[in-house]
């Protein structure tokens, strides 16, 4: 029901790249907080969100920018055109599973092992979601999205699987954007999952000195 994380995420694409340290806190299925910090430790960044209202004061404007949660706004923190809810499975080391009309099985052989390959195939047939698991455990050890027969548009990897409170978590998620060329990463230092969270954690008011907006029109990017 609530997980909270630390470590570090990394984003980069052809025109950016960036690196912070990151605290991470979220209630399911729409209460997430993510802080970011620089190498210096100074706060860059604090994103507050649920299912009425994304905030984001950014520190180097000096500017609380406040907006409707969507997955455009959300995108311009975590660019993967994600709703609320599957930002939040996806930070917690989950895969979100889309609408899907047919699934279908069969073992998979390669040169790192024996994997579990379902493949869920999207309504109108177009996209197809193919989820890479390990035999016995079923822990996800990628997943890649794509039109049937072509190379992927997207690819989600797990790693660093750890034994926590009695489930199994990946404290390594990395998502490629391949048609982009952007990749994103979390790398998880500590991991806990279903701590006690006040719900004074996912509002954000605005701090003395700081201009309150409305989030910019969206030119793309992050």
Same mark, same amino acid.
């Not at 399911?28 to 907080?33: A, C, S």
């Not at 080391?93 to 069969?106: I, N, S, T, Y």
């Not at 047939?125 to 997207?154: A, C």
């Given at each position: 029901?609530?997980?909270? /994380?630390?470590? @570090?995420?990394?984003?980069?694409?052809?025109?950016?790249?960036?690196?912070?340290?990151?605290? #991470?806190?979220?209630?399911?299925?729409? @209460?997430?907080?993510?802080? %970011?910090?620089?190498?210096? $430790?100074?706060?860059?960044?604090?994103?507050? %969100?649920?299912?009425?209202?994304?905030?984001?004061?950014?520190? @180097?404007?000096?500017?609380?920018?406040?907006?409707?949660?969507?997955?455009?706004?959300?995108?311009?923190? *975590?660019?993967?055109?994600?709703?609320?809810?599957?930002?939040?499975? *996806?930070?917690?080391?989950? =895969?979100?599973? /889309?609408?899907?009309?047919?699934?279908?099985?069969?073992?998979?052989?390669?040169?790192? $092992?024996?994997?579990?390959?379902?493949?869920?195939?999207?309504?109108?047939?177009?996209? #197809?979601?193919?989820?890479?698991?390990?035999?016995? !455990?079923?822990?996800? !050890? @990628?997943?890649? +999205?794509?039109?049937?027969?072509?190379?992927?548009?997207?690819?989600?990897?797990?790693?660093?699987?750890?034994?926590?409170? $009695?489930?199994?978590?990946? *404290?390594? +998620?990395?998502?490629?954007?391949?048609?982009?060329?952007?990749?994103?990463? #979390?790398?998880?230092?500590?991991?806990?999952?279903?701590?006690?969270?006040?719900?004074?954690?996912?509002?954000?008011?605005?701090?003395? /000195? +700081? =201009?309150?907006?409305?989030?910019?029109?969206? %030119? $793309? /990017? !992050?």
């Amino acid at each position: 029901q609530s997980f909270a /994380g630390r470590g @570090r995420l990394r984003f980069k694409d052809p025109w950016s790249h960036y690196s912070f340290d990151v605290n #991470v806190a979220a209630i399911r299925p729409d @209460r997430l907080r993510v802080q %970011a910090f620089d190498l210096m $430790g100074r706060p860059v960044m604090v994103l507050t %969100a649920n299912h009425e209202e994304l905030s984001l004061l950014d520190y @180097r404007q000096a500017t609380l920018y406040r907006g409707a949660a969507t997955p455009e706004n959300l995108s311009r923190f *975590l660019p993967l055109n994600l709703g609320l809810e599957d930002v939040i499975t *996806l930070l917690a080391g989950q =895969k979100p599973l /889309g609408l899907f009309v047919r699934a279908e099985v069969e073992l998979d052989r390669d040169f790192s $092992g024996d994997y579990w390959r379902l493949e869920l195939i999207r309504p109108g047939e177009q996209l #197809v979601d193919r989820i890479w698991m390990v035999p016995h !455990s079923l822990k996800i !050890s @990628r997943s890649e +999205i794509g039109p049937p027969g072509q190379e992927p548009w997207f690819r989600l990897e797990f790693s660093n699987y750890q034994d926590l409170a $009695g489930q199994s978590a990946p *404290l390594h +998620i990395f998502l490629a954007d391949l048609k982009n060329k952007a990749e994103t990463a #979390v790398v998880y230092e500590e991991f806990r999952i279903d701590p006690a969270l006040p719900a004074t954690l996912f509002s954000l008011p605005s701090p003395p /000195g +700081i =201009k309150v907006a409305p989030f910019p029109e969206h %030119a $793309g /990017g !992050s």
